[in-house]
């Protein structure tokens, strides 16, 4: 079994791109918390087509670009 990764490879003030490693078919959850140790919420849901998946997340309050992302398989 190899280690899931995940990148952030490009921020603006409105979004980020973020690539994972993923299974073909599956769907994953990507969710937002303003501070380590806060809510969740979910943001984007995206059903993978092959071993790696690159999606603009917009950021929940684009005044305020900041917080932590994370993926989750459903």
Same mark, same amino acid.
């Given at each position: $079994?190899?280690?899931?990764?995940?990148?952030?490879?490009a /921020? @603006?003030?409105? @979004? !980020?791109? #973020?690539?994972? &490693? @993923?299974?073909?078919?599956?769907? +994953?959850?990507?969710q937002? =918390? =303003? !501070?380590? *140790? *806060?809510?969740?919420?979910?943001?984007?849901? $995206? %059903?993978a %087509?092959? @071993?790696?998946?690159? #999606?603009a997340?917009? +950021?929940?309050? =684009? &005044?305020?670009? %900041? *917080?932590f992302?994370? $993926?989750? /398989?459903?």
């Amino acid at each position: $079994v190899q280690p899931f990764t995940t990148d952030v490879v490009a /921020m @603006s003030r409105s @979004s !980020a791109t #973020v690539i994972f &490693d @993923s299974l073909p078919d599956h769907i +994953y959850e990507i969710q937002w =918390a =303003a !501070a380590l *140790g *806060g809510e969740w919420s979910p943001v984007k849901t $995206v %059903t993978a %087509t092959n @071993s790696s998946v690159e #999606v603009a997340v917009d +950021y929940p309050d =684009a &005044d305020k670009p %900041t *917080g932590f992302f994370r $993926v989750r /398989m459903k």
